[in-house]
């Protein structure tokens, strides 16, 4: 039976969330109906990531095991027919080896979250940017980030509904930096906590605007305790925009 590794781009808005759900829907449900339309097979997908309601990607990886032995561009061509009219696309199909899975070997996950920091709201990028008026200082936000890099408990910036087993996670890295009218932050990990990068992200913004230090976002760090986390930010600024896998 071989399996298929896809990358694939959506626009969250209108799913509630990436997990299929009944009666709800999800990014998941979508691609499961195209192959089910395509390959005539009921199947349940992995993902190297179960993104939030309104969380974009664009290098979303999944891999699906069909009876068939299709070729890839095959698979892709089909699945983007039968996914039209809806905002997902497959960018990328390939075979892979039956030890490859989507999440499990995954070996780190990358988002980026996009900060549209003018007086004015978006129009061209509504619903895919967070509008922030008041002027933030990048620089700042990205020096205080540092603080948050490494092996820590982050509690404080863990949902309350998570359900990992453990808050220790490893931060490899965070950038800040402001690209014209936009600030935008990147996060790498080999994985995080439900709704993590939103609720640095608001925290990190927090001193971005002068309400806070890098000293209060270490401390919020260190309180391991949700209620020191600051604001968290929307969830349509947020996109998994990459996944590395080790080579081979």
Same mark, same amino acid.
């Given at each position: ?10 626009? +969250? ?8 759900? %009944? ?7 979508a691609?499961e109906? $195209? ?5 005539g ?10 993104t %939030? ?6 290098g ?13 561009e ?17 960018? %990328? ?13 995954? $070996? ?7 900060i ?10 509504? +619903? ?12 700042a ?25 453990s ?34 992200? +608001?925290?990190? $913004?927090?001193?971005?605007v002068g309400?806070?230090? $890098?000293a209060d976002l ?10 020191a ?13 990459g ?6």
């Open positions: 039976m071989p399996r298929y590794r896809l990358t694939l781009e959506y626009d +969250g808005r209108p799913y509630k969330g990436f997990q299929a759900q %009944d009666g709800l829907p999800t990014v998941q449900g691609v109906a $195209a192959v089910k339309a395509f390959a097979e009921d199947l349940r997908l992995q993902a190297a990531g179960r %939030d309601t309104g969380v974009h990607a664009s979303q990886v999944i891999h699906i095991d069909l009876t068939k032995d299709w070729r890839p095959v698979v892709m061509n089909a699945l983007n027919a039968h996914l039209v009219p809806q905002p997902i696309a497959v960018l %990328d199909a390939a075979l892979a080896p039956p030890p490859f899975h989507a999440r499990f070997s995954a $070996a780190g996950r990358r988002y980026l979250y996009r549209l920091n003018r007086p004015g709201p978006p129009a061209l990028d509504q +619903g895919r940017v967070w509008h922030v008026k008041k002027p933030l200082d990048a620089e936000m990205h020096a205080a980030a540092q603080g948050l890099v490494g092996h820590h408990d982050f509690t404080t910036f863990r949902d309350a509904a998570c359900q990992a087993k808050p220790m996670k490893t931060l490899d890295a965070i950038k800040v930096w402001r690209e014209g009218d936009e600030v935008r932050l990147t996060f790498a990990s080999r994985s995080f906590l439900h709704r993590q990068v939103r609720s640095m992200t +608001g925290s990190i $913004a927090e001193v971005g309400r806070w230090s $890098a270490v401390a919020a760090l260190e309180a391991r305790d949700r209620t986390c600051g604001p968290v930010a929307p969830a349509h600024g947020l996109c998994l925009v996944v590395d896998y080790p080579e081979g």
